[in-house]
């Protein structure tokens, strides 16, 4: 998607993320990501708007086109190197009415609060309750959060205010790198939270599981499972294969339970299936199913969440029922949940 939006075409692209003076910036966000979420933030004239993830200043030119030359942008991000970057290339544009500030984009931006809008371009572990109290009362936050405690297991989702207490307007299937405390080396490719197993030889893979609580404190239940992956038993072609992975992704949260886990293999393919202490069972993204055996009762469960996916339609995200559950744990906030929908 190009976009035809006139805001959107104003904003030169490749001046931010492939400017001649920086270089190409590597591992950014996705245009199409971009403009889908600006667009869904529904920005005024004459908004402030809080963003949690510089980037590469693309994001927050995008939005300081929207919000106009009565509006302003703060723009936060945990790396430094970014901040000054996206404030040189603004500038260079005339731009003037981004701030940009190094800062941890949990805690949002205090000193410039309130904000009419918030944009967040990474996954934090949940909605912060800090994101909601910098939030004016009509507010809106367009934010990419967690459905479980999972790396890659997110719904970028449309919050509105109602008498103080945030709800969900609506979801879409997507997502972003995780929030971190400290500035991530482009060449990092373990996740920075929920992985419970991982290994770098012959090279990198780990596993993330549902049921870590039940694992003992040496993590062996989530160390045999990635084992019985990273050797399996048994291979097979899924039947259905093309898959719709992000459809799967989230309704396997739905049919899977405590016993969904994703897992990154040698090979840098991902897999989301059913694991054990002793036994497991994934789909790869290419349609390529590895278990431990063919009688394997991971095999099994994978095979029926599977034909629950096929009978519900392999539904888009409209379908999930999202709702905010409050929690005062080391970070509060808001769990996002999803349920099951209605199959016609």
Sequence with gaps: MTTADPLHASVPEQFYVHNPDRGETLHRSAAEAIHRDVTALK???GDHVLEIGTGTGYSGALLAARAGATGR????????HLVDWADRLHRQRGVTTIACHTADGINGYPPHAPYQRIAAWCAPPRLPRAWVDQLAPDGRIVACL??????STTLVTTIALTAGQPHVEAVT????????ATPVDDALTLPGRWVDHHTGHPSPAWISIGWRDHDDPQHTGARTALNLLRNPGHTETYHHAPLDWPSWTAHSVVAGGSHRSIA???DGKRGIGHTTATTAAVILTDGTILADSTRSPSLTALRSWLHQWEQA????????HPRLVPNNGDLPGWDLRVTAGITL
């Design 43 to 45: 920005v005024r004239e």
């Design 73 to 80: 942008v703060t723009s936060i991000d945990i790396s430094a």
């Design 146 to 151: 967690p459905i479980a405690a999972q790396p």
């Design 173 to 180: 299937f997507g997502g972003y790198a995780q929030s971190t």
């Design 264 to 266: 990154a293999l040698d």
């Design 313 to 320: 339609g392999q539904p888009d995200a409209s379908w999930f």
